[in-house]
């Protein structure tokens, strides 16, 4: 089951810089959705060149990070929030379509939460590549289910009295509701920006 969902490009995994193109692609969907202009954000960033020609292959995790600060900084931290989370949600239902196999997700899905989880995270785990770029990132099942993530490059450098990854919260909360219990709530408990030794997110139902 757990090596069903975990395989995975090991020429792409060797590149551990990179991030996957949905962290763009579906941020410009929810900019659109939302109403926003995204020439703006887009050419702060230093990547204007995305929008006539968005990216769909994995891409430097530095200017994914540059991208998403410019959100963060032109729009209040509650509307950029809702902006982020809007976006994951559309990477979190690509990724159900079309990353992992039906009969895996109808196994998941008639498979009670705490044992789901267990036969889930291990595939988080092999695929943490795409979403932690250079970053570790560790994933422990169990109620609750913790995931941990050293050296952020979503968020390297910045500085906030907030945790400020509403991105990855926001991804495993959804997988979680669709996979493994409908009530399921992902929480960033600890956030390197804030102070935190690692970016800490619980997921609990």
Not at 121 to 137: K, L, N, Q, Y
Not at 168 to 196: D, I, K, M, N, P
Request: overall charge neutral; some cysteine; charged content about 20%.
């Amino acid at each position: 089951m757990s090596q069903t969902l975990a395989s995975t490009d090991a020429d792409a995994h060797a590149d551990a810089a990179l991030i996957g193109p949905n962290a763009v692609t579906q941020l410009r969907a929810a900019l659109d959705a939302a109403g926003i202009d995204p020439v703006p954000l887009f050419r702060a960033a230093g990547v204007v060149e995305w929008l006539d020609h968005p990216p769909d292959a994995m891409i430097d995790e530095a200017r994914v990070a540059r991208l998403h600060r410019a959100v963060r900084d032109a729009l209040p931290f509650a509307r950029s929030s809702a902006l982020l989370a809007d976006a994951v949600r559309r990477t979190a239902d690509y990724l159900l379509a079309h990353r992992i196999p039906r009969p895996a997700r109808a196994v998941l899905k008639s498979t009670p939460p705490r044992l789901a989880a267990a036969l889930f995270v291990p595939a988080i785990r092999a695929h943490a590549w795409t979403f932690c770029g250079s970053g570790d990132f560790a994933g422990q099942a169990g109620k609750p289910t913790v995931f941990t993530m050293t050296g952020n490059p979503m968020i390297h450098g910045e500085v906030s009295t907030a945790p400020l990854c509403v991105w990855h919260a926001a991804v495993f909360q959804r997988l979680f509701q669709v996979l493994v219990a409908r009530s399921a709530r992902a929480v960033e408990t600890e956030c390197e920006a804030s102070g935190g030794a690692c970016c800490r997110f619980v997921v609990d139902w």
